[in-house]
């Protein structure tokens, strides 16, 4: 790969999930064995085993769905990057993930070891569902609409514009009648497809503020570092170099739409060429492809995918 080339490494979030991930890499990789069976230790469970074997009700639960795939990630990460010599790898030149996968990022960056990292990511999925308890409601992916027509389905539907994840491909969130009302509205202005999404909440819309001030009580006493490799902010698309952003940042995205056609947009035009997702599934190479005809992606997600490694 030529030197000029610029890299990013973006993480997968939740809606990734699927059982089995990992399994491959566990049996044949030894450092992605021991994240693993870091997880499972700080946890206090076999997630490994949920991972593995399910069942997927149990791994779709959102306090169970979110250190999963965190744990995944870093595995992925750490088979890879064990499986050549460190110094022929290409480095990031940002991180980034989508929702979740902001956490991954952290870890990567060295902005919290990997056990804190999986601990805070059970947590947010712990305090996330709660809030979903509290306050039912939903989300829903809306295709081929675009955002200004959407945005002003949501506000008279009393909706959020959740995640602008691509050009054309859209997800609202809100109490479960107002998105079942903002998905008619959404088909009759155009709309190609209003899907229903399996979550316990409407995510990333003001009815997480509890599961904001809960999470706060916990970062607030978690020392964080600056990151070693910039990472680019869900909720601005900005990119974020110090500690103290980051923690604003993980408290403002349970409220905020994720900015992620704008995220990759961002890093392409400050240089990036390359971008490789790491985690379950190829969720954010599609998004990715459908916003940009240049970039070029790969994939580390299983143990067949660890030739995606990118050497220098």
Sequence with gaps: MPELQKVAYVFPGQGSQKVGM???????????RAVFQEADKTLGF??????????????????????????????????????????????PVYLAGHSLGEYTALA?????????????????????????QKTPGTMAAILSLDEATLQSVCQESNT?????????????????????????????????????????????????????????????????KDPAVPIVANTSAQVLKSAADIKEELLQ???????????????????VTTILEIGAGNALTGLIKRTSKTVKTLNIGTAAELGNILLA
């Design 160 to 224: 959020w514009l959740a995640n602008i994840n691509c050009p054309g491909q859209l997800v609202i969130s809100g109490a479960k009648e107002n998105v079942d009302k903002a998905m008619v509205m959404a088909k009759a202005k155009g709309a190609l497809r209003a899907i229903p999404l399996q979550v316990s909440g409407a995510f990333h819309t003001p009815l997480m503020q509890p599961a904001a001030d809960g999470l706060a009580a916990t970062i607030n006493r978690l020392e964080f």
């Design 22 to 32: 990992g399994r491959d890499l566990y049996d044949s990789n030894e450092a992605a």
């Design 46 to 91: 076999a997630i490994s085993k949920l991972c593995f074997e399910g069942p997927e009700e149990e791994l779709r639960k959102t306090i169970n769905a979110q250190p999963a795939l965190v744990v995944m990630s870093l595995a992925c990460y750490q088979a890879a990057i064990s499986s050549v010599d460190q110094t022929k790898i290409q480095k």
């Design 108 to 132: 990567i960056a060295g902005v919290l070891d990997y056990a804190t990292t999986i601990f805070l990511a059970r947590e947010r999925g712990r305090l996330m569902f709660e809030a979903g």
């Design 253 to 271: 995205q349970l409220c905020k739409s994720v900015q992620w056609q704008r995220s990759v947009e961002n890093m392409i035009n400050l240089g």
